[in-house]
């Protein structure tokens, strides 16, 4: 059993004034008597437990009321570390070396309450992608050092290239794992999907990045994956039940959002319309364009091709 499990045990013993020692953790536990004291001290000088031996009662007592242990009284704490861990499996990365032993640790540290919340919580995303842990690990470590990362992709038109990158920013969207990075093929900055990476390596030549600001600006500027300036507004009405739905989303940091007789207007910066087609089209009848004109007709377009599939 662990260090943490025998000191809830402990305080839970002195909180119910049953004036626990050193042979009542011998006995629960089967630890040494060493062990116990070493316990006993833990709580004393490290978790600052006011307590006290009574040598007429042979145990410890509290001698002041209301002491918690860390996170006993801090359910909110708890359920962001029970939500951390379902997020990690649902991301991808519930499979990571790294995330089981860290997932382990928060066990311990909140027992026994976070195990029985993580039961609590259901997180489900769709079209999750499994990652390699050895690609990942590589990114994670050539972010981190700044070295050059070596990796063969593949792209979405089924092309293998190899890539030298400098790792900017691990991008989460949507259930997928993204790098954002300076390609040293194409002399410009990349959004690589990381899935599609057949094999990465940490390269030995480290690179200086630019301003922070840049990257942050890159990624913030556009709606959806396609990141990059903003290339034009567009401005969808929903109506119906969608309206209903989208009123309290965020698509975007700078969307607005407008109130009319037939739903709303929601208005967003865009860079490449592709996400947002299929976005408006999962909406059928309750979304429509209202403009760019480009943008009316690709929906339109599409529309038809769709309607076309099923005469």
């Not at 040598?55 to 708890?78: D, H, R, V």
């Not at 401005?235 to 309290?248: K, N, P, Y």
Request: with cysteine; net charge negative; glycine share 4%.
């Amino acid at each position: 059993m662990g260090l943490l499990e025998r000191i809830y045990y402990f305080h839970g013993e002195l909180s119910q004034s049953r004036y626990p020692n050193a042979t009542s953790l011998v006995n629960q536990f089967e630890v040494s008597t060493a062990t116990a004291r070493r316990d006993i001290a833990y709580l004393r000088d490290r978790l600052l437990a006011p307590i006290a031996f009574d040598q007429l009662k042979n145990g410890f007592y509290y001698t002041e009321e209301g002491f918690g242990l860390p996170f006993e009284k801090s359910p909110k704490i708890i359920f962001l570390l029970g939500m951390l861990s379902k997020i990690a499996d649902e991301a991808g990365l519930g499979s990571l070396e790294e995330v089981q032993s860290l997932e382990k640790r928060l066990s311990e540290l909140v027992f026994p309450a976070y195990s029985k919340l993580v039961d609590a919580i259901h997180c489900e995303w769709v079209e999750v992608e499994s990652l390699s842990s050895t690609i990942f690990e590589a990114i994670i470590e050539a972010t981190v050092t700044k070295k050059t990362l070596h990796v063969s992709y593949r792209s979405a038109k089924a092309e293998e290239s190899e890539r030298v990158l400098e790792p900017l920013r691990l991008v989460s969207y949507q259930g997928r794992w993204y790098l954002l990075a300076y390609c040293r093929l194409r002399l410009d900055i990349r959004l690589f999907h990381i899935a599609r990476m057949l094999s990465a390596r940490l390269g030995q030549e480290t690179f200086k990045r630019e301003s922070e600001d840049n990257y942050n600006s890159y990624l913030n500027s556009a709606f959806g994956i396609f990141k990059g300036e903003a290339v034009f507004q567009a401005t969808i009405l929903f109506t119906s039940t969608a309206a209903e739905l989208v009123r309290h989303q965020r698509w975007h940091r700078d969307q607005v959002i407008e109130e009319v007789d037939e739903g709303i207007l929601l208005r967003l910066p865009v860079n490449d319309d592709r996400e947002l087609v299929m976005k408006i089209l999962q909406y059928g009848s309750m979304a429509r364009v209202i403009e760019p004109e480009a943008l009316r007709q690709r929906i339109n377009h599409e529309a038809k091709a769709i309607a076309a599939q099923y005469e």
